[in-house]
């Protein structure tokens, strides 16, 4: 397990409050992560920290306690799509928030998200 980054919590006040701003990843999520998204990890796992600390927006996931991140870097117009696991304040867990999945998407999967998914956060 390495720590990839920090969250703030402002952008998950709506969610709920989480209890930590660290973010990791498991050996096992980076598996995943290469199996299903080919050389995903490898090219892009510099932009984590800042999807993570920067999202442009936060949507609404299918599971309890999580959230989806996007950001998008239009100087190199790459848009990534982060799936978060949050430590909410009442868990009593020795977990982290920690990343369940991450990829790049393209741009017509970034208009489809925003235009069909609850937005919980957007950038300013």
């Known amino acids: 397990m390495q720590k990839v980054g920090e969250i703030n919590p402002a952008h998950f006040e709506n969610i709920f409050l989480i209890s930590t701003n660290d973010v990791v990843i498991t050996e096992e ?4 992560i290469k199996e299903r998204h080919p050389l995903d990890y490898e ?10 600390k920067e999202p442009d927006y936060i949507i609404e996931a299918n599971r309890p306690n999580s959230a989806v991140l996007l ?3 239009t100087d190199d117009e790459k848009c990534f799509k982060l799936v978060l696991r949050l430590r909410a304040n009442n868990e009593k867990s020795r977990f982290s928030n920690s990343i369940i999945s991450f ?4 741009k017509k ?7 069909n998914k609850k937005i919980l956060y957007k950038s300013e």
């Open 29 to 32: 999520r980076i598996e995943h």
């Open 43 to 52: 090219r892009y796992a510099e932009y984590i920290p800042k999807v993570l």
């Open 71 to 73: 950001k998008e870097f």
């Open 103 to 106: 990829w790049k998407i393209d």
């Open 109 to 115: 999967d970034w208009n489809r998200l925003i235009a």
